[in-house]
DNA sequence: CGGCAACACTTGCATTATGCAAGTTTCTCT
DNA sequence: AGAGAAACTTGCATAATGCAAGTGTTGCCG
């Protein structure tokens, strides 16, 4: 998706070279909601394409915003969550969100939004 | 750029259709950081193409994120700056910036981006 | 153990966005 | 009027996105 070589050393700059999409950050809403599972990321209003959840994810990890761990609820599958450094990102996803609810007409807020920190 | 129809009412899903992409916040950087000619833009060292930036301007004057009036250096041209709406997108841009200057290494700080909330 | 279904992707190809260079228009100043 | 800079626009190559269909890998049931 974007070039190895940033832009230039501006953090903004930087930072969009790697959330500055019209994906990214919605997975990473839907793990902060606590989806996991690839089909989880699919069903979400947005109807993500396949091929660009699966770049998205495999983008993710390389950054070391989201891991890998076995899934509890169905043994043997693979999962996916934020690491603690994903974390860090609820900070521009809630000021996003928060945007978007008071400006945008039509937007509604999701119950599971609230903040769940402790997550 | 973004089609009208919105992919869901999320307002993070909005708001990404809105400043989405790798330029539009870059734009709105140098916006509130002064910068208020296309020239200027189009010196920002991410060299941000011309069709571009011409595009992204008028897409952010059409959502009144932005607004054109009278160069007051430059006499009979027109410049560009923030709307009320368009400051309201600032803390999104710090938590942006923070993010970046935190978990990207070899960023730095500009001077000028010091919150200077009056303007 | 064999088969089928759901899940987790991958591939191929059409459409759209981005990047780059060159061209055009508008305005200012002399 | 003419030169030169600023502010775009256009044309075309490359890259990202969107969509549909295909493949491999569990998981379960008989």
């Known amino acids: 998706?974007?070039?190895?070589?940033?832009?230039?050393?501006?953090?903004?700059?930087?930072?969009?070279?790697?959330?500055?999409?019209?994906?990214?950050?919605?997975?990473?809403?839907?793990?902060?909601?606590?989806?996991?599972?690839?089909?989880?990321?699919?069903?979400?209003?947005?109807?993500?394409?396949?091929?660009?959840?699966?770049?998205?994810?495999?983008?993710?990890?390389?950054?070391?915003?989201?891991?890998?761990y076995p899934s509890e609820t169905i043994p043997g599958r693979d999962a996916y969550r934020l690491t603690k450094k994903g974390k860090t990102l609820k900070p521009i996803l809630k000021s996003i969100f928060n945007w978007g609810i008071r400006y945008i007409e039509g937007t509604k807020s999701f119950d599971e939004m609230r903040q769940n920190e402790s997550s």
């Open 1 to 68: 998706m974007n070039s190895q070589t940033p832009r230039s050393c501006c953090p903004v700059a930087c930072t969009l070279d790697l959330i500055g999409d019209k994906w990214t950050l919605l997975v990473i809403r839907d793990l902060a909601l606590g989806k996991s599972h690839f089909s989880e990321f699919q069903k979400s209003p947005e109807r993500i394409a396949t091929n660009i959840l699966s770049n998205r994810l495999t983008r993710l990890l390389e950054y070391e915003i989201v891991e890998k």
